[in-house]
């Protein structure tokens, strides 16, 4: 299987023919190999249309959800962004394309390091994968310009309206575990101006203690 090619009808047929028009996402998405965020039992459906399971009951979300998420955040390049919920690492991996800087929280160690060890193979030195409580997001980097988390919470964790600069966005799903709406806000005047993207189905995210 030609995996590269593989990567090339995932943008055309998944992305772009769904309506993901920002060029820097869809050559992001077309630059980073999937199958080095994936485990090997399951590298040969790298390119499918859907999640594929992580250990820890955790998952890598379906490449049609990644770029809808970054596609929503318009970064331009100079941005610093955090991520809640890095998992495997690969939308940190797409964000690296697109931002200047990235921090990307994972609670599970062991997603931490697998993350760390894909993103180094890579040669990806612009993201910081940091092993913590996403609902507290990362005071020592903020103010961000922008926020993605890639787990479903029932509301939006405060600290994150917090740590977002004024003008910035943040896109969550929020809602049960069943089903969620991936939302899109953005800070103006300290309060959240908030848009539906689409329903949606992300593991819940997890707490610490």
Same mark, same amino acid.
């Given at each position: 299987?030609?995996?590269?090619?593989?990567?090339?009808?995932?943008?055309?047929?998944?992305?772009?023919?769904?309506?993901?028009?920002d060029?820097?996402?869809?050559?992001?998405?077309?630059?980073?190999?999937?199958?080095?965020?994936?485990?090997?039992?399951?590298?040969?459906?790298?390119?499918?249309?859907?999640?594929?399971?992580?250990?820890?009951?955790?998952?890598?979300?379906?490449?049609?959800?990644?770029?809808?998420?970054?596609?929503?955040?318009?970064?331009?390049?100079?941005?610093?962004?955090?991520?809640i919920?890095?998992?495997?690492?690969?939308?940190? !991996?797409?964000?690296?394309?697109?931002?200047?800087?990235v921090? /990307?929280? $994972? &609670?599970? +160690?062991? =997603?931490? #390091?697998?993350?760390?060890?894909?993103?180094?193979?890579?040669?990806?030195?612009?993201?910081?994968?940091?092993?913590?409580?996403?609902?507290?997001g990362?005071?020592?980097? !903020?103010?961000?310009?922008?926020?993605?988390?890639?787990?479903? /919470?029932? $509301? &939006?964790? +405060?600290? =994150?309206? #917090?740590?977002?600069?004024?003008?910035?966005?943040?896109i969550?799903?929020?809602?049960?575990?069943?089903?969620?709406?991936?939302?899109?806000?953005?800070?103006r005047?300290?309060?959240?101006?908030?848009?539906?993207?689409?329903?949606?189905?992300?593991?819940?995210?997890?707490?610490?203690?």
């Amino acid at each position: 299987m030609d995996l590269g090619k593989e990567r090339a009808k995932m943008v055309e047929h998944q992305l772009r023919r769904r309506g993901i028009a920002d060029t820097r996402v869809l050559a992001a998405m077309g630059e980073v190999p999937r199958e080095a965020f994936v485990p090997k039992a399951h590298q040969r459906d790298a390119y499918a249309d859907g999640a594929l399971p992580l250990s820890h009951g955790q998952t890598i979300s379906q490449p049609l959800m990644v770029a809808m998420s970054v596609e929503a955040l318009r970064l331009e390049g100079d941005e610093t962004v955090l991520e809640i919920g890095a998992g495997s690492g690969y939308q940190a !991996a797409i964000l690296s394309k697109l931002a200047k800087k990235v921090y /990307a929280i $994972e &609670i599970i +160690p062991e =997603l931490v #390091e697998n993350a760390r060890r894909a993103l180094d193979s890579l040669q990806i030195d612009n993201v910081e994968i940091l092993c913590a409580d996403g609902r507290k997001g990362w005071p020592d980097g !903020a103010p961000y310009d922008g926020i993605v988390v890639a787990a479903a /919470a029932e $509301e &939006i964790p +405060p600290a =994150l309206i #917090e740590q977002l600069k004024e003008g910035g966005r943040l896109i969550i799903p929020v809602g049960g575990k069943w089903g969620q709406s991936l939302q899109t806000s953005r800070k103006r005047s300290g309060k959240l101006e908030t848009e539906e993207l689409c329903r949606c189905v992300f593991v819940p995210l997890v707490y610490g203690s």
